[in-house]
Every structure is written in structure tokens, then in C-alpha cells.
């Protein structure tokens, strides 16, 4: 408990010009530009769109400038912002197969139809500091190629079409989606919840424990199905239309892990899937998040529920980021009251303590 | 179709305060600028009511009167992108512009144990709200008692509210406007004939 | 779907993905209408996103967008509709403007004024697609085993 304490006003002011100051930096190197950062800091951007909830680059880049690049800062702050603005509805659930993907890869075909397209990644550099970028040179145009790419079917539709992966559930049009920015988590929580607040759940702690899954907490025996990136459109359909609206495109970064088969009495043995999708390029977020989804599922498919990434509760109950700092940050604020209630207590036993010794060296004497 | 608030944010802010302030203290005469002109049928109050409170999350049932005018309908939809919906207990908010059309409180839904909040919550518009003693209140928000005039009240209201405050914490809340005017009943208060 | 629903469907994907100078000189060069009134203001707003789980499964929440909307009403009674991603009111305050005027008698002013701008998305389109298809992996089996 905390209780409400006067007189902080001209501090707590104070330390705000300070913060903005020291925001500022050296006022002799130039201002940040927000477009410098939507542009130039983009996985900085989508982490915060993904992670606050929010695919807004304007916005999440003005939210890293204002929290000094603090990610969790800056994700409060958009989740903020979210809260003031109305909801007009949910979207037509996005078509990811339709996807203009700048990249698209797979780790189970080497020949497969659409082809593997590396796109922009960091994947084959030899992560050695570029000191040219230092000076400042820019880069040269990248190539085109002439040759058109092809239509990208999921790779998961060739498994799907010989029955060797079980098939997604198409629940019926018009069913009733979890929505966890309406109801309170309840437990246990349906996948589409799960995978609702694995999307927004920090990059840091999805990771870590889709690291231990694969580290023998939960196996599942993985592969990578499929990663694709690029521009997917969102549609809606709005009360007064009746037809659904092209709101624009998204960058959206999906990924199907292909995991460990099973078989039972009655279903023949066959894969199961992991699915991950953030917000702009999150290749590494979307890869976690399959399989602590498919991790999370072990209930589903008769698992034993042992591992940290098999505990819906433990998994979802400290994913998000925001709630996490809330709870630990909050201990900074004044517990006097609380303080004094225990320090009177060690006092009293302390003095408990000291009398029962006493009493015995008096018996021994 | 009619143009809604001329400033959504501020005039739904003072909307919603003085719904909130009406709720605050039952039965105490809220003067109530409404600040819209909406289509023919539909009272301006509920109108700012309904635009203030209901968006595409609340579902809005509306008496027979109300659902027999495409404009009230069209305008209802566009403004609030709220589902009109066929059964009282299906709505978050009731439109009553005809307290004789009003159905038995107990049809519309009073919130679950866990959440009480999800019930609805009925807008009646009346010829006449004073306060002179018609009716007594009693409970939270009101010093001792007040008394309340509304007029017309829908058929048997004084026996259905009775009913609905045995539910507590259960229950719907009742809002009355008339021209200029809001007053608030919600659950806790007890309204008695004089 | 009608044939003029279709039309506006398409037009608004156009604006969406335009920019707000575009769509402004789009409705300077066909001429502002003159409105009756605003039926909505400008707001901006959130919709949130559904996906679906593998792909093409059961949907879910992904997370929220920015969204803007506006309608107006021309004079001459037709009523124009925006909703797009971002929270520029003006340009989707003229997006409605091209909604509202697609459905009058000066429709085919208003797909010639927007074709320059289709054009343009769909090079950036396909200069993005032949970048990406210069990494296209391009696979060759060495020989082996032969004997």
C-alpha cells in the first residue's frame, strides 16, 4: 500500500524540465526528426507498434523520441493514446496468403511454389561494425529483377493437402473472438486470447521462454514452416456501408512453426502448428511466438503441462510488458506507512528475541 | 440524414457528465442542454443520450414507435454504429421515447453476479419532470429523501422498480429526460409512490 | 456487391494508399463541390486487426490501427464515406469529397483524376516486388555421386 504524500509539486516539475533537457541531449547536435526515426529506426518502430498494440509508425516513432528510446516507455505511452481514441470495429480478418511479401522463407522445402525470397535481413551478415555507416555513406540502389514473383501459397497447405498436418479449425463465420482489451484474462483462456496477448507480449520474455522450449522445457521439436514478410491489406466494414472499406496495408511478419507429430487411437499421426504474427518486421517476435503457441497447446494435444511455456497462466499472466513494469515500478513509490508497520514489527520481535536469549543465559548462569 | 453534435468530443463529454451527475444524485433535476436535432420522432435528449453513450460495442434496443421511422433508424446507425437489436435483454442501452411502449423492466438484462455493470441501461423520455411529491426516493446520493414527478411513467413502474431493486447488486438503472431535463433512478434508490 | 459499390470500393483503396497531396490536387484539378454539410467530422479512431491462426484458421486479435473517418453530404444530396489508416483528417475529409462526388454525374472525372495515382501505387508495387525477387534464391544441385 502507498499512501498520498504533499509537497513533491516544485520537484516533481523540476525534474520534469530536467528529464526534457536531458531528452534534448547536446542542443549543439541536431533535433530528431520523427520522420528520421520512422525511417531509419523502423524494427525500433514496429517493436513499439507490436508491443503497444498499435500500428501507428508516426506515432511510435513520436513515442520512442519522447521516452529517450526506452521500448517499454514508449509502448506506455502508445497504449496511452489508445485508450482516448473510440473503437469503430474490428477488422475482416487480414488474408496474410494474399500477402505482398518483400520476403518469404522456408526451413522444411528448398523448392517450393513462390520460392525462397531473403528479402532485407540480417541473416548472412557478418554482424562486423560498419564504421562507413559512421561516416555516413549512403548506399547504393539495390537490384531489380525482372522476373516477377509468384503467387506465395502457404507451404503449410502442401502438408495440409496430403492430411500429414492437422488442419486449422474454420470455425464458423460470425463465431464470438476473445478480445482482451474487452474482458478480463480469465484461465483458461481460449488460443485466440492466448495468441492476442502473445502478439503484444514483450519481445524479451516470448523469446526467452520459446528459447527454453527448445532447451527441453516443453519440447515440441520445431520447424520453420514458413516466415513471410511484407504489405497485407486490412479491410472493414463499416455499419453504414455494408461493404467492406480498404483501409491501406499493413506490414505484417508471420510465422508457422511445423512441430513435433503425434497420433492418437482415433487421428492418424500427423504435424502441428505454431503460429506467430507481430506488427511490421518482427521476424524474431513472430518466430518466439509460434512456439510458445504451440507450446501452450499442449493441453490441447494430451501433453503433460510441466514447463514454464506450457503454463497459460504463468505465460500469460507476465507478458505484457507494461503490466510487468507497473507492478515492479510501482515499488519505488512511498511505502512509509507500510515501512513503519514493519519496522515495528522486527522491533518488537527483535526485542522478543533479546529477552528469550537473556532469560537463557540467566538459566545456564 | 442530420448531422449529429457539432463538436463530438466536447459536447459528449458534457453529455456524459451530466448522465453521470444524474446517477449521482437520484431524483435531483439536472438541467440538460441536449445540443442536437435529431430526425422526427426521436426526442433531442435521447438523441444526445444515445450518441454520447452508444457506439458499435453497446447494442441499442428502441420502442415500436421509434423503430417504425427509417430516419430515426438510418441516423441511429450511422452516428453511433451501435447494432439495433430485436429483444430487450440484448441491450446495453433502451431508447423509450414512449413510456406506454416501455416493456416490464424484469425483460431487459441486469449484469451477471460477477459483473452487475452489464445490464442495461433505460432512457425514458417524459412530458413532465419536477420535483414535487409524486413519488419519494430514498438511498445513496440523496440526503434523507427527495421527491420526484415524472410523468407519464411506464404502466406498473412503480412495482417493476420494487422488483428490480430485490436483484441488487443486479438490476438496471433508469434515466428520465423531458425538454431540458434529466434525472437519474439508478439501482440503489428506492422510488415509492408518495 | 452493385457495380457503383464496387466502384467506390476501389476508389477508396486508392486513397487509402495515396498520399494527402495526391488526393488533394486529384480534387482541386476535377473542382471542390459544394457541400451541404459535414455529416461527421473528421475523427480519428482505432479499428483492431483480426488475422487468422495459421493463416487461414479460426481469427483473432492481432492488435489495433489507426483509422480516420469522415462523411460528408453535397449539396446535391449524396453522401461520401472515408475510412483509411493514419490520422490525417484533411485527407480523409477529401477522400469523402471523392466518395460523395463518384456518385454523381462527374464519376468519370473522378476515375480519370485518381488514375495517376493508381498508376503510382502500382509501380511503387512492382519496384518493391523486383527488389525482392533480386533475392529470390535460385537453387542449383551440384553433381554429386557421379560415376
Known sequence: MYVAVKGGEAAIA???RLLDHERRGDRGVADLSLAQIREQMTLLVDRVMTEGSLYDPDLAALAIKQARGDIIEAVFLVRAFRTTLPRFGYSVPADTGAMRAVRRVSAI??????????????????????????????????????????????????LDREGLIEPESAEEEGAPVSDLT???????????????????????FVLALGYSTQRGFGRTHPFTGEIRIGDVEIEFVPEELGFAVPLGDVVLTECEMITQFKGSASAPPQFTRGYGVAFGRGERKAMAMALVDRALRAREFGEDVQAPAQDEEFVLAHCDNLQSTGFVEHLKLPHYVDFQAELGLVRKMRAEYEARRDDALEAAE | ????????????????????????????????????????????????????????????????????????????????????VRHPVEAAFALVCDPALCPALMSFTLGTADYPDRSTTVLIQTDTLRSS?????????????????????????????????????????????????????????????? | MTDIQKKRQSAMGVCARATAEEIAAALDRIGRPETANELRAPEAGLVMARARMGGNGAPFNVGEVSVTRAAVRLASGETGIAYQLGRDSKKA?????????????????????????RTRIQEDQNLKARRAAATKVDFFTMVRGED
Open chain 1, 14 to 16: 523540476n525534474a520534469h
Open chain 1, 109 to 158: 522445402y528448398k523448392d517450393l511454389p513462390g520460392g525462397q525470397v531473403l528479402g532485407p535481413t540480417f541473416d548472412y551478415t557478418h554482424r562486423l561494425i560498419d564504421f562507413l555507416l559512421a561516416a555516413g555513406a549512403e548506399p547504393p540502389v539495390p537490384d531489380e529483377s525482372e522476373k516477377v514473383l509468384e503467387p506465395m501459397p502457404h507451404v503449410t497447405g502442401l
Open chain 1, 182 to 204: 474487452r474482458e478480463p484474462l480469465d484461465f483458461p483462456a481460449p488460443r485466440d486470447l492466448r495468441l492476442q496477448a502473445l502478439a503484444r507480449g514483450d519481445e524479451g
Open chain 2, 1 to 84: 440524414m442530420s448531422v449529429a453534435f457539432s463538436n463530438p468530443v466536447f459536447d459528449s463529454q458534457r453529455v456524459f457528465r451530466t448522465a453521470m451527475n444524474a446517477l449521482a444524485r437520484p431524483g435531483k433535476l439536472q438541467p440538460f442542454d441536449a445540443g442536437v436535432r435529431p430526425p422526427e420522432g426521436l426526442p433531442a435528449e435521447i438523441a444526445a443520450l444515445a450518441l454520447s453513450l452508444a457506439d458499435h460495442e453497446t447494442p441499442l434496443w428502441l420502442d415500436a414507435a421509434l423503430t417504425q421511422s427509417t430516419d430515426v433508424l438510418d441516423y441511429l446507425r450511422f452516428h453511433t454504429g451501435a447494432p439495433i
Open chain 2, 133 to 194: 411529491d409524486s413519488h419519494t426516493l430514498r438511498g445513496p446520493g440523496i440526503a434523507g429523501t427527495s421527491v420526484l414527478r415524472a410523468e407519464p411513467l411506464p404502466p406498473g413502474f412503480v412495482r417493476e422498480w420494487a422488483e428490480n431493486r430485490r436483484y441488487f447488486p443486479r438490476g438496471v438503472d433508469v434515466l428520465f429526460a423531458a425538454d431540458g431535463w434529466l434525472v437519474g433512478l439508478p439501482r440503489t434508490t428506492e422510488f415509492t409512490g408518495a
Open chain 3, 93 to 117: 475529409r477529401d477522400a469523402a469529397l471523392l466518395d460523395a462526388l463518384l456518385q454523381t454525374g462527374r464519376a468519370a472525372e473522378v476515375e480519370a483524376a485518381l488514375a495517376p495515382i
